[in-house]
């Protein structure tokens, strides 16, 4: 009959298709083979290049829902007064030259005379001027990022391409933070608005801006497209469009890297970068990052109080096991806040500290005063070593967590999970400090200057989490901020990590890498986090 | 009706933990988070908040958008036509393929074809929309280069029909998955019931085809309880389009409402639940009136 030959027909190519779609999928998809990056290519002009967002951009650095994928967008359309390095210190940006006053209770900015606006109005001292005491210093505005000027005065200009930034205390990591999500806004734009955060045509539309690309169109939900600035003053870029597109899928992100829809993207769950790795369109870089892993035992808690059982936890995680299994060894333990990247100020004689060793752990423990309990739990006083780690469910958070209870368990201390929504998580632990232990990450400046996390009036409501206080860290960290002699403040930051290793305000984990997928195509990137890279797009062009 | 769910909604929402992520961030300070709680009005207690937004909403201000700054109706305005285009697609596409395929089940019933259906159906109701979207990105936008992966159009411009198309195939395909299988069954199982009436078998003997006994008089009396489903299917599909939409990263209201959750953005939350309650009761009386075009019978006199 004539229905069952076309449903035999219709089955066989039914599942030859299928057959095909899972070769295809299997094997790396034909591509043009990439040829490897040579530095002495001549730059090409021309193309467009496409980076992921989660969700829509606000377009003003200091807006406080200016955060996460905003940062991108800002870092490009808005130029600083320095911008951070590829050595990590801090470079000119809007600034040519900077110069701290003996006292240290100033610092003088020296601008580019012929910087403009992308409306061609002249970038000046007064643009500065408006940023600061207008709009991160109104402490009725609540500007994102605010906190990392707290020492900072007021902003005076003193001629048109000099500022000069007066502070309440020597500040010594000034021109690193001014790099850091700082952009200057235009002056003349905001006139007349009552209300910054509300100015829509410029936070949600087409801002006047000073960087290299600005924006051409905005599509809600869809993406912003970036034009290239002819006039930008650090000279005209390569590339003729920059698009940012809002992707919110990780997979699809990935997906769309492969494909070639994307042209640069963070990997943030490195479990698929094997599979990545071997296709040949793309090519993929670890990268550094000032940011660190951390437990905070919490310092309200008398069982956290003592060094030995800090150091006994610091043991007990097998830091380097953890790393290899949720960043697939892209990472490193560490044992201070200084990142390894600091190159000037790392100490690497701390690295070999508290390597994984169970043995240590329990002797440490045993002098600690605790004794083996019931069910394998250690206990002192009658009262069993057990207490619940938060954990936030975003990122490695949850695998990490639960490797550290299995570390512990083998230690003789029982830990619980109490898994939470991110946002929630926020609420109890940061906001309420209702915890006794959690994992988490900072990601700061680049700059040692690690004082608002560490110092102990930060404890309770500022960024020392766990509320540890030692009037000696206090004295380090002061000495750190205020120092503007380098070789003195080299050796306070050594001085700072052998605290921190020894101590142990936090339980240093480890040091995480990014891992940035780049299609092979793109070229003229410099090896630093993509971040710090959208100063530098300027440079970036495309092998056609 | 709208006003208790607004009130309900506003309630729960308020009593979550957590608050607006421009507040719930690691970086921000405490006296940060004290100026943005007083301008964002979150130091008054919620009885009050409610009325400020009730009184804003009966004059159809619904307030502004705290993650964006920007008024939440306009928000929902930009959202609503792209979430009613993929949802619309994926119900015609269901009803166009799923109708059919019903009424073969019914006429091949316990043969293979009423199997093979049956398993497709099993099949679509137990794949997640996530799993799909993403098998069907690596082949079609991946692999065979055929389709783009994600949004309305080609990036940066407004899209002519066919880029439009292109885009829209993928994720209207995924998510008519979600709502296939149920019309499908449904067809079957309705055509089934009214194929053993009696009026049914007077047709036949008349000398009637079969294929106008079943087409022009079995399936309009079967289809009245396939439009009820179809009414109970429209609430499925926006749940569906939010996994859907966050995939292919179509900007539509299922996306906003999963980001205005987690951002904890008060009166977009509410306003989107407002408008899709509209929706839901605009579409149940569609279904209404399409029973009484559909059955004579239920025409009030």
Same mark, same amino acid.
């Given at each position: 009959m004539?229905w069952? &030959? #076309?449903?035999?027909?219709?089955?066989? /190519? $039914?599942?030859?298709?299928? !057959?095909g779609v899972? =070769?295809?999928?299997?094997?790396?998809p034909?591509?043009?083979v990439?040829?490897?990056q040579?530095?002495?290519?001549q730059?090409q002009?021309g193309?467009?290049v496409?980076i992921p967002?989660?969700a829509d951009?606000?377009m003003n650095p200091w807006?406080p829902?200016?955060?996460v994928e905003?940062i991108?967008v800002?870092?490009v359309?808005f130029?600083s007064l320095?911008r951070?390095g590829k050595?990590?210190?801090?470079a000119?940006?809007?600034a040519? &030259? #900077?110069e701290a006053?003996?006292d240290? /209770? $100033?610092?003088t900015?020296? !601008?580019?005379?012929? =910087?403009?606006?992308?409306?061609?109005?002249?970038?000046?001292?007064?643009d500065?001027?408006f940023?600061?005491n207008?709009?991160v210093?109104?402490?009725?505005?609540?500007?994102t990022?605010?906190?990392?000027?707290a020492?900072?005065?007021s902003?005076?200009?003193?001629d048109p391409?000099?500022?000069k930034?007066?502070?309440?205390r020597?500040?010594?990591?000034?021109?690193?933070y001014?790099?850091y999500?700082?952009g200057?806004l235009?002056?003349h734009?905001?006139q007349g608005q009552?209300d910054p955060? $509300?100015f829509?045509a410029?936070?949600k539309?087409?801002?006047?801006?000073?960087?290299p690309?600005?924006v051409?169109?905005?599509t809600?939900?869809?993406?912003?497209v970036l034009?290239?600035?002819?006039?930008?003053?650090?000279?005209k870029?390569?590339?003729?469009?920059l698009?940012f597109?809002?992707v919110?899928?990780a997979?699809t992100?990935?997906a769309q890297?492969?494909?070639?829809?994307?042209?640069?993207?963070?990997?943030?769950?490195?479990?698929a970068?094997?599979?990545v790795?071997s296709?040949?369109q793309?090519r993929?870089?670890?990268?550094?990052l000032?940011?660190y892993y951390?437990?905070?035992?919490?310092?309200?808690?008398p069982?956290?109080?003592?060094?030995r059982?800090?150091?006994?936890?610091?043991?007990a995680?097998?830091?380097?096991?953890?790393i290899?299994?949720v960043e697939k060894?892209?990472?490193k333990?560490a044992?201070?806040a200084i990142v390894?990247g600091?190159?000037?100020?790392?100490?690497?004689?701390?690295?070999?500290?508290y390597?994984f060793?169970?043995d240590?752990?329990?002797?440490?423990?045993s002098d600690a005063?605790?004794?083996?309990?019931?069910?394998?739990?250690?206990?002192k006083d009658?009262?069993?070593?057990q207490f619940?780690?938060?954990?936030?469910?975003?990122?490695?958070?949850?695998p990490?967590?639960?490797?550290?209870?299995?570390?512990?368990?083998a230690a003789?201390?029982q830990?619980?999970?109490?898994?939470?929504?991110w946002n929630?998580?926020i609420?109890?632990v940061?906001?309420?400090r209702d915890?006794?232990?959690?994992v988490?990450?900072?990601?700061?400046p680049?700059?040692?200057?690690?004082y608002?996390?560490?110092?102990?009036?930060?404890?309770?409501?500022?960024?020392?989490?766990?509320?540890?206080?030692d009037?000696k860290l206090?004295d380090?960290?002061?000495?750190?901020q205020?120092e503007?002699?380098?070789?003195?403040r080299?050796?306070?930051?050594?001085?700072l990590q052998?605290?921190?290793?020894?101590?142990?305000?936090y339980?240093?984990?480890?040091?995480?890498?990014e891992?940035?997928?780049i299609?092979?195509n793109?070229q003229?990137?410099?090896?630093?986090?993509?971040?710090?890279?959208?100063?530098?797009?300027?440079?970036?062009?495309?092998k056609k | 009706?709208?006003?208790?769910?607004?009130?309900?909604?506003?309630?729960l929402v308020?009593?979550?933990p957590?608050g607006?992520?421009?507040l719930?961030r690691m970086?921000v300070?405490?006296?940060?988070?004290?100026?943005?709680?007083?301008?964002l009005?979150?130091?008054?207690p919620?009885?009050v908040r409610?009325?400020?937004?009730?009184?804003?909403?009966?004059?159809?201000?619904?307030?502004?958008?705290?993650?964006?700054?920007?008024?939440?109706?306009?928000?929902?305005?930009q959202?609503?036509p792209?979430?009613?285009?993929l949802?619309?697609?994926?119900?015609?596409?269901?009803i166009?393929?799923?109708?059919?395929?019903?009424v073969?089940?019914?006429?091949r019933?316990?043969s293979l074809?009423d199997?093979v259906?049956a398993g497709?159906?099993v099949?679509?109701?137990?794949i997640?929309?996530?799993?799909l979207g993403i098998?069907?990105?690596?082949?079609?936008?991946v692999t065979?280069?055929?389709?783009p992966?994600?949004?309305?159009?080609?990036?940066?411009?407004?899209?002519d029909l066919g880029d439009?198309?292109?885009?829209?195939?993928?994720?209207a395909a995924?998510?008519?998955t979600?709502?296939?299988?149920?019309?499908?069954?449904?067809?079957?199982?309705?055509?089934?019931e009214?194929?053993?009436?009696?009026?049914?078998?007077?047709a036949s003997?008349k000398?009637?085809?079969r294929?106008r006994?079943?087409?022009?008089h079995?399936?309009?009396?079967a289809?009245v309880?396939?439009v009820s489903?179809?009414?109970?299917?429209?609430?499925?599909?926006?749940g569906?389009?939010?996994v859907?939409?966050a995939v292919f990263?179509?900007?539509?209201?299922g996306r906003?409402a999963?980001?205005?959750?987690n951002?904890?953005d008060?009166?977009?939350?509410?306003?989107?639940?407002?408008?899709v309650?509209a929706v839901?009761?605009?579409s149940?009386?569609?279904v209404d009136?399409a029973y009484?075009w559909l059955?004579?019978r239920i025409?009030?006199?």
């Amino acid at each position: 009959m004539q229905w069952h &030959s #076309w449903r035999r027909r219709g089955a066989a /190519l $039914a599942a030859t298709w299928l !057959l095909g779609v899972w =070769a295809g999928v299997g094997c790396a998809p034909a591509a043009p083979v990439a040829t490897p990056q040579s530095n002495s290519q001549q730059p090409q002009t021309g193309g467009t290049v496409t980076i992921p967002i989660a969700a829509d951009p606000t377009m003003n650095p200091w807006h406080p829902n200016a955060f996460v994928e905003s940062i991108f967008v800002n870092r490009v359309l808005f130029d600083s007064l320095t911008r951070p390095g590829k050595d990590l210190n801090p470079a000119p940006d809007l600034a040519l &030259s #900077w110069e701290a006053a003996a006292d240290g /209770l $100033a610092w003088t900015f020296k !601008l580019q005379a012929d =910087a403009k606006w992308s409306d061609g109005q002249a970038i000046t001292a007064d643009d500065v001027v408006f940023t600061f005491n207008d709009l991160v210093l109104k402490k009725e505005l609540g500007a994102t990022g605010a906190g990392n000027f707290a020492a900072v005065k007021s902003v005076e200009a003193v001629d048109p391409t000099t500022v000069k930034f007066n502070l309440t205390r020597p500040f010594s990591a000034l021109p690193a933070y001014l790099a850091y999500n700082a952009g200057i806004l235009p002056r003349h734009a905001f006139q007349g608005q009552a209300d910054p955060w $509300a100015f829509n045509a410029f936070n949600k539309g087409t801002p006047v801006s000073s960087g290299p690309f600005k924006v051409e169109s905005y599509t809600s939900g869809q993406s912003v497209v970036l034009a290239r600035n002819d006039a930008y003053f650090g000279g005209k870029p390569y590339l003729d469009k920059l698009v940012f597109k809002v992707v919110p899928d990780a997979n699809t992100q990935i997906a769309q890297a492969l494909s070639g829809e994307l042209s640069v993207m963070i990997m943030d769950n490195k479990a698929a970068v094997d599979r990545v790795k071997s296709a040949p369109q793309v090519r993929v870089e670890p990268r550094q990052l000032v940011q660190y892993y951390w437990l905070a035992l919490n310092q309200t808690d008398p069982r956290f109080q003592d060094v030995r059982v800090r150091q006994a936890f610091d043991y007990a995680i097998d830091r380097q096991a953890i790393i290899t299994a949720v960043e697939k060894g892209y990472g490193k333990p560490a044992n201070s806040a200084i990142v390894p990247g600091f190159t000037a100020y790392y100490d690497p004689s701390h690295e070999a500290q508290y390597a994984f060793s169970l043995d240590k752990a329990k002797q440490l423990l045993s002098d600690a005063g605790w004794q083996a309990g019931p069910d394998g739990i250690l206990q002192k006083d009658g009262k069993p070593f057990q207490f619940t780690l938060d954990v936030g469910q975003r990122g490695v958070l949850e695998p990490t967590n639960e490797l550290i209870q299995q570390n512990l368990k083998a230690a003789g201390i029982q830990a619980d999970l109490n898994s939470m929504e991110w946002n929630a998580y926020i609420q109890k632990v940061v906001v309420a400090r209702d915890y006794s232990a959690t994992v988490n990450w900072w990601v700061y400046p680049n700059d040692p200057d690690v004082y608002a996390y560490y110092h102990s009036s930060a404890a309770g409501k500022g960024f020392n989490i766990p509320g540890y206080k030692d009037p000696k860290l206090d004295d380090l960290l002061t000495r750190v901020q205020t120092e503007t002699d380098l070789t003195k403040r080299k050796q306070a930051v050594t001085d700072l990590q052998t605290f921190m290793a020894d101590n142990l305000p936090y339980i240093f984990l480890w040091y995480p890498q990014e891992i940035d997928v780049i299609n092979a195509n793109l070229q003229g990137v410099p090896d630093i986090n993509l971040r710090d890279n959208m100063h530098y797009v300027r440079e970036w062009w495309l092998k056609k | 009706m709208l006003l208790l769910v607004s009130a309900i909604t506003f309630l729960l929402v308020n009593l979550a933990p957590g608050g607006p992520s421009a507040l719930m961030r690691m970086d921000v300070t405490a006296e940060q988070r004290d100026v943005l709680t007083r301008r964002l009005g979150l130091d008054q207690p919620v009885p009050v908040r409610y009325a400020q937004w009730l009184a804003g909403a009966l004059r159809g201000d619904l307030g502004t958008s705290m993650t964006s700054n920007e008024p939440v109706a306009w928000r929902i305005g930009q959202r609503l036509p792209n979430t009613l285009l993929l949802a619309g697609t994926a119900l015609l596409v269901s009803i166009l393929a799923g109708v059919p395929m019903g009424v073969l089940a019914a006429l091949r019933r316990n043969s293979l074809p009423d199997f093979v259906l049956a398993g497709i159906s099993v099949v679509g109701v137990s794949i997640p929309a996530f799993w799909l979207g993403i098998i069907l990105i690596l082949a079609l936008s991946v692999t065979l280069q055929w389709l783009p992966s994600s949004g309305l159009a080609t990036t940066g411009s407004a899209g002519d029909l066919g880029d439009r198309v292109q885009h829209l195939l993928m994720p209207a395909a995924v998510l008519s998955t979600t709502v296939l299988p149920y019309v499908v069954r449904f067809t079957r199982s309705a055509l089934l019931e009214v194929l053993h009436q009696d009026y049914v078998r007077t047709a036949s003997a008349k000398g009637l085809s079969r294929l106008r006994v079943v087409y022009g008089h079995a399936l309009r009396n079967a289809l009245v309880p396939v439009v009820s489903i179809v009414g109970t299917l429209v609430p499925r599909l926006f749940g569906g389009s939010v996994v859907t939409e966050a995939v292919f990263g179509w900007p539509g209201m299922g996306r906003l409402a999963v980001e205005a959750a987690n951002g904890r953005d008060y009166p977009l939350i509410v306003g989107i639940t407002v408008v899709v309650a509209a929706v839901v009761v605009f579409s149940s009386l569609v279904v209404d009136l399409a029973y009484t075009w559909l059955d004579p019978r239920i025409r009030l006199s």
